[in-house]
């Protein structure tokens, strides 16, 4: 009788599901949000001048891609790589795009208030 909670403690913690750490190469969450809220504000000018003409917004977003991965301190590489590793992980990248929404909203919010 005394070997049944033993038991059922290791089937327990056998059915829990493992916490995995980033690997080192992805970059951090709050790295990542501040980066995809960049990149999303970048696309966004993107589509408003592409009426005006779609070279020199391709150009402009490449430039403003650029200048986000220096500001940054990161490659195009490191970027893409870490999208596609919170793309396999669809709760995590969810949670990482409501933060990225919520920081666009907030800052909306105050360029409306001025």
């Keep these: 009788m005394k070997i049944f909670?033993?038991?059922?403690?290791?089937?327990?913690?056998?059915?829990?599901?493992?916490?995995?750490?980033?690997?080192?190469?992805?970059?951090?969450?709050?790295?990542?949000?501040?980066?995809?809220?960049?990149?999303?504000?970048?696309?966004?000018?993107?589509?408003?001048?592409?009426?005006?003409?779609?070279?020199?917004?391709?150009?402009?977003?490449?430039s403003n891609y650029a200048t986000i991965y220096k500001k940054s301190r990161i490659t195009a590489e490191d970027f893409e790589k870490t999208l596609q590793y919170y793309a396999e992980k669809p709760e995590k990248l969810e949670q990482i795009y409501a933060s990225v929404l919520e920081q666009i909203s907030k800052e909306r919010t105050t360029l409306n208030q001025q």
């Design 5 to 62: 909670p033993l038991l059922l403690s290791i089937l327990l913690l056998a059915c829990s599901a493992p916490e995995t750490e980033v690997p080192n190469d992805i970059l951090s969450e709050a790295v990542f949000i501040n980066i995809l809220k960049e990149v999303h504000l970048a696309e966004a000018k993107f589509e408003l001048h592409k009426t005006k003409g779609m070279e020199n917004a391709k150009k402009e977003l490449a």
